[in-house]
């Protein structure tokens, strides 16, 4: 048996921290504050958009993923139906796979008028603990998780479970949200 020398070991495990990503926020807690540039070149900072609307929805999201992709139609429909309601939509790209360019014009050809970011050496989904695309997370103005998951539970018929809109008309309603956690799949974020 091979015994490591203590400063092996330590720089061993300096490493893993180092690459460790932090936990999710849980439900209730203050929701990581952030800055980033939009694909259209304005700054987005959380803290101030989620005291500008009654909800803030961050959307992992991806170009190349087929269940992102997938999802496509249902993201754009929510985010205007929500619109009118003061609850922001914002995509977040994080895959270091998927360059500007690329993001910028699947935003384009899919019809995302929702802001949309990049975010470099993938920060903001380390914050998140964020692994899947799709996967939401919606803020409210006091800048706290109150849902994290799906969108639904099946891209082909959005009505069976309707999660993140079940939880935004409860939000808005000023009603408990009965499912406050569902499980997001997809594809997982390419992280550098």
Known sequence: MRVLRPALLLAALAALACNAVAEAPAIGAAAPDFQLTTIDGKAFTLS??????????????????????AYNAQMKDLANAFASKGVLFVGINSNKTEDSAAVIAHAKANGHTFPIVKDPNNKVADLYDARRTPEVYVIDPE???????????NHEDPASSPDLKNALDSFLLGKPIARTETKAFGCTIKRV
Do not use: F
């Open 48 to 69: 101030s958009a989620a005291k500008d609307h009654k909800a803030v929805v961050l959307m992992w999201i991806s170009t190349q993923c087929p269940y992102s992709n």
């Open 143 to 153: 800048g706290k998780l109150r849902y994290h998951g799906r969108i639904t539970e």
